[in-house]
């Protein structure tokens, strides 16, 4: 169904001229992931908006650039740059009181979901030590300037 969304995967996206004449380009603070999501964003705050058009076909071949994709997920872990555009997003947008909050409720919904599959013996398929790497980086000051771009 063709509908109006909030945000698209970049992979994806037809961007009119216009929108990056009014807004400017997607920000380079970000490594990788999340771009597009503050790119969105920042078009909707200026009265564009944003469509998903069932009819279109995208061949996306996904985590291919990164190594991320879901399939044995549970056997790597994320890099740090995608817990700090994560972190970068939510403070830039949003200032640092949501993004704790953000954090805060996704570390909690973590902790309940690994005691959940705990109790039901279910196997975790979240990537290696994704608790505490949201943990670091989620409870960090860092802003959108001062949270680097750089691996570690």
């Known amino acids: 169904m063709t509908e109006q969304v909030d945000w698209l995967a970049g ?14 380009p997607l920000d380079d603070g970000y490594f990788m992931y999340f ?17 998903y058009i069932n009819e279109s ?27 700090r555009s994560r972190r970068r ?11 704790l909050l953000v954090d805060s409720a996704a ?6 979901r690994k005691a959940r599959n705990f109790v039901q013996r279910r196997p975790d398929n979240q990537p290696q030590r994704f608790l505490a790497d949201l943990m670091r980086v989620g409870l960090s000051r860092g802003g959108p300037s001062t949270v680097s771009t750089q691996g570690r």
């Open 107 to 112: 570390i909690t919904c973590e902790v309940l």
């Open 11 to 24: 992979a994806s996206m037809m961007i009119r001229r216009d929108v990056f004449e009014a807004i400017g």
């Open 57 to 83: 076909r995208v061949a996306h071949f996904a985590g291919k650039s990164s190594g991320i994709d879901m399939a044995g997920a549970a056997d790597k872990r994320l890099p740090p740059y995608w817990f």
């Open 35 to 51: 771009e597009e999501v503050d790119f969105c964003l920042r078009a909707r705050r200026r009265g564009w908006t944003c469509w």
């Open 89 to 99: 997003y939510w403070v830039k947008n949003h200032g640092f009181a949501y993004a």
